[in-house]
């Protein structure tokens, strides 16, 4: 069976990317499974960019079909901010930095918290040297307050009107349903069937 790197050593998204990928002829590896232990400096400029980066540097070491995802939370009134920083937003855990996204917007009223979710998946074949590219994006808003006993990174803090929910506040079924990360994922399983 052919082997796919999903390039992650996140025990969050690997989970979630599993399940969307499920049913593949793939056997699905991430980068702890074939023991590389170092991280690809996300020098890009954008979401695209870096997962670019990430699936062409590990596919050409392991010469596996490598799959990498830049994801991130982009919030209006901060310009934009995190961004492609959004996992470098300050040292510490993820409740430190989305207690500092809160800190940040201290005194900005609901309505103008708007803030989405992207995703970009890089799908690199190591064959042809071809790189393809997915992106999602989930819109919501960021509340006041954590909430949530699901998810990881921002989800305690991020409102999907839709729903009335946070996506801390998810199961991942339902997340992998509405998430920019769903989305993103879900394209490249459409990619995927083809090979």
């Known amino acids: 069976?052919?082997?796919?790197?999903?390039?992650?050593?996140?025990?969050?998204?690997?989970?979630?990317?599993?399940?969307?990928?499920?049913?593949?002829?793939?056997?699905?590896?991430?980068?702890?499974?074939v023991g590389i232990n170092f991280e690809v400096e996300e020098t890009g400029k954008t979401f695209k960019a870096n997962a670019v980066l990430k699936a062409r540097t590990y596919g050409k070491l392991t010469g596996f079909l490598t799959l990498a995802e830049d994801a991130g939370l982009e919030v209006d009134a901060l310009n934009g901010a995190p961004g492609v920083y959004s996992a470098r937003y300050c040292p510490g855990s993820d409740e430190d930095r989305y207690r500092l996204l809160l800190r940040n917007l201290k005194g900005i009223p609901a309505k103008e918290r708007i803030a989405r979710f992207k995703a970009v998946v890089?799908?690199?074949?190591?064959?042809?040297?071809?790189?393809?590219?997915?992106?999602?994006?989930?819109?919501?808003?960021?509340?006041?307050?954590?909430?949530?006993?699901?998810?990881?990174?921002?989800?305690?803090?991020?409102?999907?009107?839709?729903l009335r929910k946070r996506t801390a506040g998810l199961t991942i079924e339902e997340k992998n349903k509405i998430s920019h990360r769903g989305k993103a994922w879900r394209k490249t399983r459409k990619i995927l069937e083809l090979f």
């Open 1 to 33: 069976m052919k082997k796919i790197l999903i390039a992650t050593h996140s025990k969050g998204k690997f989970p979630e990317i599993k399940k969307i990928l499920k049913g593949l002829p793939f056997k699905i590896v991430n980068l702890d499974n």
């Open 122 to 162: 890089a799908i690199f074949d190591p064959k042809s040297k071809k790189v393809r590219t997915c992106q999602g994006v989930l819109e919501g808003r960021i509340t006041f307050e954590p909430k949530g006993e699901h998810g990881f990174g921002y989800d305690p803090v991020f409102y999907v009107p839709q």
